[in-house]
């Protein structure tokens, strides 16, 4: 046998069975989808907060149909640095519904980039036992008791400190649009669910910041952003990461806990620094895997290729190869249709990803945007 292709085929094959690993803890949310619950907490123990700048369109619209669906609902409305005629439309609801908690944000150089203070705010009004957080570009969903149950049915397990649900885009949304919306939740949600090789307190890592729930007192348990204050970004993320110190964070993968907003994408790099070095890596190890893994695959092939051509004449016909030549050969061939399962299987989790989120077979694409996402970032990292 031909020392270096032994250690060729061992090499490859860890590298592959690493990916296959990767790939599983994508599986873990198949199993959460089965029990997320409709039965959700009582509407007088949640408060339902409202964010929104420049929108009193928005406003009016959640409004409206949260005092329809939730009459017993405690609703706070945040104006968040408004300068249009937004207060007005707000004392105008106000007046329509006595039982609204409207929290004006003053203009602020300083937070204008951020929420932050605009959640504080809000939570040290509310007075129900659980907190909801949506803003007012989400679409109303289809269902307002159906999205309240779901959200918050994970509390009912006791220990549960906060929950989120994913966020989608509109049908007219682009590809590539759907496809970044697509990767953000589906990576948030996997990184929070304990399984396989993620951290026992999973974070929810890039979450889109809205359409999230957590348990009041919590929030001033760990001191609201005490941690992560000086940053803009990260109102969702960090304060998850935080309360999931305390318990549980549970991510609700379900179509009825769903919203729809416009995306508008948002790179922070002082967000990635903040983040643990575990977290603040994993992407670039799955990367890594992901290229290697193909690397090795791609010289798996060249190897069986060459060794077939060294077992033939000059005139084609295929002679009769040496034992270790075969046995190297058919190593080549269990390498290529591992890696060829591999990727059946995570297309197999990526459409079933996209169906769950409403997306329908985009996730198909997936494996090949992946790649094309990674090579860009490799072709332009000297320009960095």
């Given at each position: 046998m031909i020392p270096s292709l032994v250690f060729l085929f061992w090499a490859s094959l860890g590298l592959l069975l690493l990916a296959l690993g990767f790939m599983l803890q994508m599986l873990g949310p198949w199993w959460a989808w089965r029990k997320v619950s409709a039965k959700g907490m009582l509407v007088e123990d949640c408060s339902l907060m409202i964010v929104g700048r420049h929108d009193a369109e928005g406003f009016t619209r959640w409004i409206h149909a949260a005092y329809a669906a939730f009459p017993a609902m405690e609703i706070i409305a945040v104006d968040n640095q408004s300068e249009d005629d937004t207060a007005n439309v707000l004392e105008s609801l106000k007046r329509q519904y006595p039982l609204l908690v409207v929290v004006t944000i003053p203009v602020s150089e300083r937070f204008w980039g951020t929420r932050k203070l605009a959640l504080t705010l809000a939570v040290k009004a509310a007075h129900g036992r659980y907190s909801m957080w949506v803003d007012t570009a989400c679409a109303l969903p289809e269902d307002m008791t159906q999205w309240q149950k779901r959200l918050t049915a994970p509390f009912r397990h006791g220990k549960t400190v906060a929950t989120f649900a994913p966020v989608k885009v509109a049908d007219s949304a682009t590809l590539g649009t759907k496809m970044n919306v697509f990767g953000q939740n589906a990576w948030a949600v996997t990184r929070t669910i304990s399984f396989f090789l993620t951290p026992s307190k999973g974070i929810p890592t890039g979450m889109i910041p809205v359409n999230f729930a957590f348990e009041t007192a919590k929030f001033f348990d760990i001191k609201g952003y005490v941690t992560?204050?000086?940053?803009?970004?990260?109102?969702?993320?960090?304060?998850?990461?935080?309360?999931?110190?305390?318990?549980?964070?549970?991510?609700?993968?379900?179509?009825?806990?769903?919203?729809?907003?416009?995306?508008?994408?948002?790179?922070?790099?002082?967000?990635?620094?903040?983040?643990?070095?575990?977290?603040?890596?994993?992407?670039?190890?799955?990367?890594?895997?992901?290229?290697?893994?193909?690397?090795?695959?791609?010289v798996a092939v060249l190897h069986w290729g060459l060794l077939l051509m060294a077992v033939q004449d000059p005139e084609g016909a295929t002679q009769q190869y040496p034992v270790a030549v075969g046995f190297h050969i058919a190593q080549c061939q269990a390498l290529i249709g591992f890696y060829i399962l591999v990727q059946l299987l995570f297309m197999a989790n990526a459409w079933a990803w996209s169906k769950r989120l409403g997306m329908g077979a985009i996730g198909l694409l997936s494996p090949f945007w992946l790649r094309a996402i990674l090579l860009s970032r490799a072709l332009t990292f000297w320009k960095r």
């Open positions: 992560n204050m000086h940053l803009d970004g990260g109102e969702a993320e960090f304060l998850l990461a935080d309360l999931a110190e305390l318990g549980p964070v549970i991510p609700v993968v379900h179509p009825d806990a769903m919203l729809e907003r416009p995306w508008l994408f948002r790179h922070d790099s002082k967000m990635n620094a903040h983040r643990r070095s575990w977290e603040r890596l994993s992407l670039t190890r799955h990367g890594w895997v992901l290229f290697l893994a193909d690397l090795a695959v791609l």
